[in-house]
């Protein structure tokens, strides 16, 4: 079956403008989850939600930066006035179930000139 | 100090040989632990999970050290396509986001 699915999969923006990424989980999957990951380090957790609201956004590093999943399935990560250093691949992934196993996305590459 | 340590490597082997790393976690109530596989520009996929007792999983093997906090991974009669990234998650009871390691890279040389 179709597997997580995030778009786009390459974004080039100027300092300072505003982006949406976008993640498609498994069909059926109830939870969904936010992380990204710099060169050469592991993926950073962001946010995930169970359902359509957001359980644990601890790791959102500033309040530029902000997830909604509206109807439980599709997810958008919104970031205002990008800064280079948000420059990143962003990961989505979906399980099962909350506390399921978590099966990751292609990711968006965001790169902030 | 990180939450998941990891030797970064390369560990460089040819065909066939034996590889093992470790990985070390600062939080002794982490619960659940993992290994992440991830090759160069793509997502991170479940390798295996690791339990207490150890397991096996074909030619890999996962201990886990609950006492010295640390998980190991090893990879017997490396091949070629075993080359990628080999990530350390661990996570906590209750806590359903993963903490990642750095990871450790593998290079399997013909």
């Known amino acids: 079956g179709a597997g997580v699915s995030q778009t786009p999969s390459n974004k080039v923006t100027e300092k300072g403008k505003y982006v949406e990424l976008r993640c498609d989980p498994i069909s059926g999957h109830t939870a969904l989850y936010w992380y990204r990951q710099s060169l050469g380090q592991g993926p950073e957790f962001l946010i995930y939600f169970q359902g359509t609201g957001a359980a644990d956004d601890s790791g959102l590093p500033n309040d530029r930066f902000f997830a909604v999943r509206p109807e439980g399935s599709v997810s958008t990560l919104k970031i205002q006035r990008t800064e280079r250093g948000d420059s990143a691949v962003y990961l989505c992934?979906?399980?099962?179930?909350?506390?399921?196993?978590?099966?990751f996305g292609p990711g968006t590459r965001l790169t902030v000139l | 100090r990180k939450e998941v340590e990891q030797d970064p490597g390369p560990f460089n082997v040819p065909e066939g040989a034996t590889v093992a790393f470790n990985c070390t976690y600062s939080?002794?109530?982490?619960?659940?632990f993992f290994w992440y596989r991830q090759d160069c520009r793509k997502e991170p996929k479940l390798l295996m999970s690791v339990y207490s007792s150890g397991n096996e999983d074909g030619r890999f093997t996962a201990q886990l050290n609950r006492a010295s906090q640390y998980i190991s991974l090893l990879i017997r009669d490396s091949k070629l396509s075993d080359s990628a990234t080999y990530l350390c998650?661990?996570?906590?009871?209750?806590?359903?986001?993963?903490?990642f390691g750095a990871g450790t890279t593998v290079t399997v040389r013909a």
């Open positions: 992934a979906s399980s099962l179930t909350l506390g399921g196993g978590q099966f």
């Open positions: 998650v661990v996570n906590m009871p209750n806590d359903y986001k993963l903490s």
């Open positions: 939080n002794s109530a982490s619960q659940s």
